[in-house]
């Protein structure tokens, strides 16, 4: 799927400017990296992609269609091809890993079908090939309050993977996990995406993952690009100069945080 | 001890001797050699109880009938509450949550036995009469609780699903649902338990089960047949409170 | 690659037809029908009697006898509250663990243990019999009227009382009660000064919450005979007479709104 932004802003109700004056132009299947300090509006670019938030200024293009001039039901439509991946997996602890990762298909199952999944899931196959890429095959039939925040985020991609979704929004994807792990999840999404052509846009606090893994880069601060180059072009500069003045602890400390899921 | 507490607790005293004078109560009468004969005698007629086969089978049909009366009636409550628990949580709007919660509290605030009563008026005599007045007034009281556990349920996850087209009835399904049941049926067992008791005095007011054979067995002085009932009740409650804690610990805590 | 079976779907399939195997004979044995409010006849008893209803039964001396009735509701719970607290107080000093000495003597058991054991099978059959059975059996013992209610209280929820009591005097700090049993106390002093002070917002709480279920109680208790509103409803349904049911209705879910409000207003006095 591809987009376009021109001339984008968006103001949180209470007056904060998270976005201002987006141009963009994302063909399809590409797979991009944002990078930026925190507050940088990763969040809201990702949120505004995906259809959730309308943005304040600006024209927003998904595929061929202005998202926001639809009618309820074709927007609903139209969101059952994004999938959305979360820093924090909204997955209900007392959900079986199984029951979440086929949810992923809720846009495009009729009410009929949805109950008879939840009773007893139907796609069993599907939802393994699904988390067998992630190495999470044998957690199939656990529920989620029994992950750790690394396995929860894998579902929550699991999740997208099996959505099928021709646009993936990853905010933060494997912040929960070591390094060694973050790469193969990272790897395994980017190759996923390229096998059903989906584009894939992902938030990720770190640069060196960034670099190796995504052909090309976007460095966002106050809202506004500050580059948008193929990953051999970013210098180090224009690294230093987009997290310039950001605690240094920051990224780290979203790193370590660990994972909140709510409990009853 | 301050001043508050102090008129407090002499208010209190104040309203216990005024009730007790309003009632003209007469505790030496009532702790009097001649009242404890009285009700040791009263007392020796249930001994011994009723050991009759024949008796014996009439209280187990009985029982289950308490049994059934409860259990269907918290069923169909349940069904109910969780229905009305949308509008209730506020789901639905301003003028469904106040017709909703206004319903409920007015189930809720009369009393099963009361509700009994107006169900033999309106249903004739017998088990449908119980488990109907039950199953009212338990919609009432398990309503409003599913209502609390659905407002207090975190609302991200159904948000995500929407968020990738799902409709609201999947969202809920998938979102909401999962985190919700368990403290829906928890919920319910509690007021099974509960139910139990219920159901076995609604026969008092004629609405079938255990509190009949109680009822009519006292009133022609047949008190050894009266034990055996009471001793059902109490096996019955025990054998109740026992299996729904088994129940939870498996499905609420684990 | 083959997927492994669901490992919840044979319990599920087992427990949904358990459960239908149940219901069957669950509808069969309760008569289960909702659809008598509905049938023709019923219909129109029904819709004649709500009719009724309105205007509320007004009349000065039918609300003389709603008075009446109330105040001796709430005397009922008060009173049948107060006889509880007395018949549960003093069955939860002897049952509880809190004042045991045994912890001093090593003994495995004691005579302590003999007493204790009967007394929690008193408190589990006082507690386990619904208070409105209690009723029933003093309605026959000591005859119709309030006493009857009044007693079936006490002795209920003298067994809920003494329970719960117990319960809290073991769950609070048991240090300074050992040390004073320790020390040669007696166990009503360690009582009064090792568990009370920490024990008391608790049982004042329990209490109070224990006097509003009475009163709800005796609401119902009339219904076998035993005083109070229930007396009157029973009365004016034989009769049919809708208006005063009304009014009655309408009387109980007000003192039930009073309870909740004074119990609110008594548990702030004391516990601040």
Redesign the interface.
């Known amino acids: 799927m591809q987009l376009q932004l021109s001339g984008v802003g968006f103001t949180h109700a209470d007056g904060h400017v998270a976005l201002r004056e987006l141009h963009l132009q994302v063909a399809q299947g590409e797979q991009i990296a944002i990078i930026g300090p925190s507050g940088a509006g990763k969040t809201s670019l990702l949120r505004l992609l995906g259809c959730q938030i309308k943005p304040s200024l600006g024209q927003f293009q998904l595929g061929t269609q202005q998202p926001w001039q639809h009618s309820p039901r074709a927007l609903r439509a139209l969101r059952s091809r994004i999938g959305l991946i979360h820093q924090q997996p909204p997955l209900p602890p007392k959900q079986r890993v199984i029951t979440a990762v086929l949810a992923g298909r809720l846009g495009q199952w009729s009410l009929l079908h949805s109950l008879r999944n939840l009773l007893s899931p139907q796609d069993r196959q599907g939802a393994e090939t699904a988390l067998a890429r992630l190495d999470l095959a044998d957690k199939l039939f656990q529920r989620c309050d029994q992950l750790s925040g690394g396995q929860l985020q894998r579902v929550g991609i699991a999740r997208v993977l099996y959505q099928q979704a021709e646009l993936m929004l990853a905010d933060e994807p494997v912040s929960a996990m070591d390094p060694h792990l973050a790469q193969h999840t990272l790897r395994s999404l980017c190759a996923a995406a390229a096998e059903q052509g989906s584009t894939l846009l992902a938030s990720l606090h770190t640069v060196d993952l960034a670099l190796a893994l995504f052909p090309r880069i976007i460095g966002l601060r106050d809202g506004r690009i500050q580059f948008d180059l193929p990953a051999q072009a970013v210098s180090p500069e224009q690294l230093s100069a987009l997290y310039a003045n950001e605690r240094l602890a920051s990224p780290a400390s979203t790193a370590l945080n660990p994972l909140r899921i709510a409990r009853c | 001890m301050n001043r508050?507490?102090l008129?407090?607790?002499s208010g209190?005293l104040v309203?216990?001797i005024?009730?007790?004078a309003?009632?003209q109560?007469n505790l030496a009468e009532?702790s009097s050699a001649r009242?404890a004969t009285?009700?040791a005698d009263?007392l020796a007629r249930f001994w011994p109880i009723n050991l009759g086969a024949a008796y014996w089978h009439q209280l187990g049909h009985a029982t289950?009938?308490t049994?059934?009366?409860s259990?269907?009636?918290t069923?169909?409550a349940a069904l109910l509450a969780a229905v009305i628990a949308l509008p209730a949580a506020g789901k639905l709007g301003p003028l469904a949550y106040l017709i909703a919660r206004g319903g409920l509290n007015l189930l809720r605030?009369?009393?099963e036995?009361?509700w009994a009563?107006?169900m033999v008026?309106?249903?004739?005599l017998?088990?449908?009469a119980?488990?109907?007045a039950l199953?009212l007034h338990t919609t009432g009281v398990l309503g409003r609780l599913f209502a609390e556990a659905l407002e207090?349920?975190?609302t991200?996850?159904a948000?995500?699903?929407?968020?990738?087209?799902?409709?609201a009835?999947?969202?809920f399904?998938?979102?909401?649902l999962?985190?919700l049941w368990?403290?829906w049926l928890a919920y319910s067992l509690y007021r099974w338990e509960n139910n139990i008791?219920?159901a076995?005095?609604l026969g008092?007011?004629g609405a079938?089960g255990l509190g009949q054979m109680?009822?009519v067995s006292?009133s022609l002085f047949q008190e050894a047949n009266a034990a055996s009932v009471?001793l059902c009740?109490?096996a019955l409650?025990?054998a109740v409170d026992s299996f729904s804690r088994v129940l939870r610990l498996r499905w609420v805590i684990a | 690659m083959n997927t492994p079976r669901d490992p919840a779907s044979l319990p599920r399939l087992l427990i949904s037809m358990v459960a239908l195997l149940l219901l069957w004979p669950g509808l069969t044995l309760s008569e289960f029908n909702p659809g008598v409010w509905f049938a023709a006849d019923n219909r129109a008893t029904i819709a004649g009697f709500l009719a009724d209803f309105w205007p509320l039964a007004h009349d000065a001396d039918f609300l003389r006898l709603v008075a009446r009735a109330t105040l001796e509701t709430l005397a009922m719970a008060t009173a049948g509250t107060a006889l509880a607290f007395l018949i549960g107080l003093p069955l939860a000093l002897i049952v509880t663990q809190a004042l045991s000495r045994r912890q001093f003597s090593g003994a495995r058991t004691s005579a302590g243990s003999f007493i204790r054991a009967p007394l929690r099978l008193l408190l589990v059959i006082l507690r386990s019999v619904p208070e409105i059975v209690w009723a029933l059996l003093f309605v026959r013992a000591v005859g119709l009227g309030p006493t009857a209610g009044v007693l079936a209280i006490a002795l209920s929820y003298g067994g809920m009382l003494g329970k719960v009591y117990a319960e809290i005097f073991e769950s609070v700090d048991a240090k300074p009660a050992r040390a004073l049993l320790a020390a040669g106390s007696s166990r009503l002093q360690a009582f009064g000064y090792g568990v009370l002070p920490s024990a008391a917002p608790e049982l004042v709480s329990y209490s109070v919450y224990r006097w509003e279920c009475a009163l709800r109680a005796s609401v119902v208790m009339g219904i076998v005979g035993a005083g109070g509103l229930g007396q009157q409803v029973e009365l004016s349904l034989r009769l049919f007479a809708g208006a005063e049911v009304a009014s009655l209705l309408l009387a109980f879910v007000l003192l039930v709104a009073l309870a909740d409000g004074l119990s609110r207003l008594l548990r702030k006095a004391l516990l601040t």
Do not use: C, D, K, W
Request: charged residues 5%; hydrophobic residues 55%.
């Open positions: 508050r507490q008129i407090a607790i209190l309203a216990v005024a009730a007790f309003y009632l109560l009532l009242t009285l009700l009263y289950l009938e049994l059934a009366m259990a269907v009636g069923l169909a605030a009369i009393p036995l009361v009563l107006l008026l309106a249903a004739g017998g088990p449908n119980g488990t109907l199953m207090n349920t975190p991200t996850p948000q995500a699903l929407r968020h990738s087209g799902s409709s009835t999947q969202a399904l998938y979102g909401t999962p985190n368990p403290q008791r219920m076995s005095v008092f007011v079938g109680l009822y006292l009471m009740m109490l409650v025990v």
